[in-house]
Each structure stands twice: as structure tokens, then as C-alpha cells.
């Protein structure tokens, strides 16, 4: 799902299309990115958006109460790896009467490949017990009840209300804090501070899918040891000084 590859000679060319001019570093140049302007940051996602116009999320999942329990299980997880354990998983539980029934240690089972899957098994249990007697074993719209689950914060909630009822939510994890300081998109020092930073920035066409082209371009691209910026699309737009385009 990464955005392909654009030559430099082609970024440049969109660049000077949208009118913006590539960023020259100066001799004694800041390692602090400079805050993007609105011009380059519409630019931004009209190129990510170019490359990927319907992304999706790479949890695997197949109903709202299954993206819920798959986004509690990827807390400090890879994705492939709640993938591969909630497969199976999946094929026997859609509902949290379903996960009652199998209970804890059934549960357990299906998910011991995954990091501190004894914690995260009790929260499973004990969010799918609350939405049985609270809310009909319907996940709900609503980020205080959501977030009321245990196992549940704001990042989960950010993206359950994203994904299954399209709100226009912006869950920020170590991705897209990474990128957002790194490109000078939302620089914050906090998950919270990043998100309420891109809350005010991103543009209204582009907040339905905002959170899944930053975490994509941020696993893929802007990873954080070594940043692919020779073929990165938005190279030219970013304001991460130490970017090496050679």
C-alpha cells in the first residue's frame, strides 16, 4: 500500500506545477524542520491522495467489533503480526458474545504470538462483557464511551471512529508523530499536541484519509532510522533538513 516511487525529476516538475519552490538549505541550516506552509501542505496530500486515492487500513478485520478488538490487540504489535494471529480468530468470533463464549483462555490461545497478550486478552474479555450488558454487543459512536472500554484510549478510539463510521479522526501513533515533526506538518512534543496541531492544518478534503496516507507514507517512506527520500513523492515539499535525495 506504499505510495509508488516518483523520480526526483518528477517531483520537481509537480512542484513547480503547483507554483512552490524546492527548499534550499542554508550553510548554518537548523536541524528543525520549518513549519509547512498552507500551499505546501494542500500539495502534500493532493500528491498522497494521487497515489492511493482509497487507502485502507492492513489490520485485517470483518466488522466493527473485529476492528475494534484488532486495533486493542496492535498496541506495541506489528500489524502482520495481530493479522496473523486474529485470522483464525475471526473465522470463530464476530460478536462479543461470540468472545464471551470462547473465553479468556480460548482467547489466549488464538493470540500468544502477540506482545503482552495476557493484558490484552483481560481487556478483550472485559470490553466485550461491557458491550454486551451496556450497549446491546454494539460497538458504539462515541468517543467518551468508547474510550470507557478498557484497553481503549484515544488513539484506538481516533481510529475505530475513523475507519468504521468515517469520522474525520486523526489517530496519531509513532508514525505519524514521527512524520508530522519530521516534515514540519504538526510539530508537537506529545501524541495529543500532534493531533490537535493537524486538527487546525489539514485540509477539509483531505481528512477522511489524512491518518492512513501519513501512517503509510511513515511505514513505508519517512521510516525512522532511514527515511527513503530518494523516492519519496513529497521529497521536495517536507521541511526535514538532513532529508539525503542521492
Known amino acids: 500500500m506504499a505510495p509508488p516511487p516518483k523520480t526526483p525529476a518528477s517531483r520537481n516538475a509537480a512542484g513547480k506545477a503547483a507554483g512552490l519552490k524546492a527548499r534550499k538549505p542554508s550553510a548554518k541550516q537548523s536541524t528543525k524542520p520549518a513549519t509547512l506552509s498552507r500551499a505546501r501542505i494542500e500539495e502534500l496530500f493532493a500528491r498522497l491522495a494521487a497515489a492511493n486515492p482509497e487507502p485502507r487500513s492492513e489490520l485485517e478485520y470483518v466488522n466493527v467489533y473485529t476492528l475494534l478488538v484488532a486495533v486493542v490487540l496492535s498496541a506495541q504489535a506489528t500489524d502482520a503480526g495481530v493479522n496473523k494471529a486474529t485470522r483464525a480468530l475471526f473465522a470463530q468470533v464476530q460478536t462479543p458474545q461470540q468472545m464471551l463464549d470462547l473465553g479468556l483462555d480460548g482467547l489466549k490461545a488464538h493470540i500468544k504470538t502477540i506482545g503482552l497478550f495476557n493484558p490484552k486478552a483481560k481487556n478483550v474479555i472485559a470490553l466485550s462483557e461491557i458491550l454486551v450488558r451496556q450497549h446491546g454487543g454494539a460497538v458504539p459512536r462515541d468517543r467518551a464511551a468508547l474510550e470507557a472500554l478498557p484497553g481503549v484510549g484515544r488513539k ?23 512524520v508530522a515533526n519530521r516534515l514540519g506538518l504538526a510539530p508537537g512534543k506529545t501524541p495529543l499536541a500532534v493531533e490537535l496541531a493537524l486538527e487546525k492544518v489539514l485540509p477539509k478534503a483531505y481528512r477522511r484519509h489524512a491518518h492512513h496516507w501519513l501512517i503509510l507514507h511513515g511505514r513505508y517512506i519517512c521510516k525512522a532510522r532511514a527515511p527513503a527520500c530518494p523516492v519519496c513523492p513529497i521529497a521536495d515539499l517536507c521541511g526535514y533538513t538532513a532529508k539525503v535525495l542521492a
Not at 158 to 168: H, P, Q, R, S
Open 156 to 178: 484506538t478510539a481516533n481510529v475505530v471512529l475513523n475507519i468504521a463510521f468515517g469520522e474525520e479522526t486523526c489517530a496519531v501513533d509513532t508514525h505519524i508523530f514521527r
